[in-house]
């Protein structure tokens, strides 16, 4: 579904990305890990047309997205659920799922609010409340929710259990595994690696920007001296 190769970016003369490749299939789970300053919100940010890659290609189902602006990158089927949520503090939450909800590949079952309310019950409860009045937990459920409602192909998820409780975060891996089960590809940066390898099928290190190692859960689980070296753990 998304193949990324040979990726390089910049910011100004400092160069962010040296040549990022990984890859994975539809209906996969995949996780890019790595220490702080590595690259992982770079490349994602390039896949979303946020950051302009200085060189290299991404193919999502066979399209080139390097290039294009993030609109149409969205209207292709990708949904980011930004690092620090970025809900709009002055709409309701309910303002904030349908003031970007679309449909623009046709999806026969789409995500609709009452949908989003059954992944996370807890927002309909909510649902009169103001952006800014909302729990960490809450905006964080929303950011998710709201990706949602643009009907995805490939939702990506930038730290998105950074700073929330633990009962918080269970409920949001909880809801990952679900929109996995319904088939949905996801792409997540996170630090919670024990959560995240219980949902993922594919893992890519990322270090001074490039993908050091890559497999699937059992394989990292069993590599201490990857762990060790790259994550720290
Ligand atoms: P983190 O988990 O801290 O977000 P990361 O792995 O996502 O880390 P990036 O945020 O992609 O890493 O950063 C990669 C490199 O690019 C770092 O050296 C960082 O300082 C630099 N960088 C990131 N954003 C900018 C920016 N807007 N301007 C200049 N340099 C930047």
């Not at 950011?143 to 700073?163: C, Q």
Request: charged share 20%.
């Amino acid at each position: 579904m998304l193949t990324v190769s040979e990726l390089t970016a910049h910011y100004g003369t400092s160069q962010a990305l040296f040549g990022m490749d990984f890859a994975f299939g539809t209906g996969e789970v995949a996780t890019l890990l790595g220490r702080n300053g590595q690259g992982k919100t770079t490349t994602i940010h390039s896949i979303c047309g946020v950051v302009r890659p200085s060189g290299g290609a991404i193919l999502f189902d066979g399209e080139e997205l390097v290039g294009r602006p993030s609109f149409r990158i969205a209207n292709l089927g990708i949904g980011l659920v930004p690092e620090g949520r970025q809900v709009f503090p002055n709409l309701t939450l309910w303002e904030n799922l349908v003031a970007t909800a679309s449909n623009h590949l046709g999806h026969a079952d789409p995500w609709t609010v009452e949908r989003v309310f059954d992944l996370f019950p807890e927002l309909g409860a909510r649902k009169g409340s103001m952006g800014n009045l909302l729990s960490g937990g809450e905006q964080q459920m929303l950011a998710i929710g709201r990706a949602l409602m643009t009907n995805p192909r490939l939702l990506i998820l930038d730290e998105a259990t950074e700073g929330l409780a633990p009962l918080i975060r269970q409920k949001i891996w909880h809801a990952l595994a679900e929109i996995k089960r319904q088939g949905l590809s996801i792409l997540v940066v996170d630090k919670n690696l024990s959560d995240l390898l219980r949902i993922a099928d594919r893992n890519f290190i990322v270090e001074r920007g490039r993908v050091v190692w890559s497999g699937n859960s059992d394989a990292l689980r069993a590599d201490r001296d990857t762990l060790h070296r790259y994550l720290g753990v």
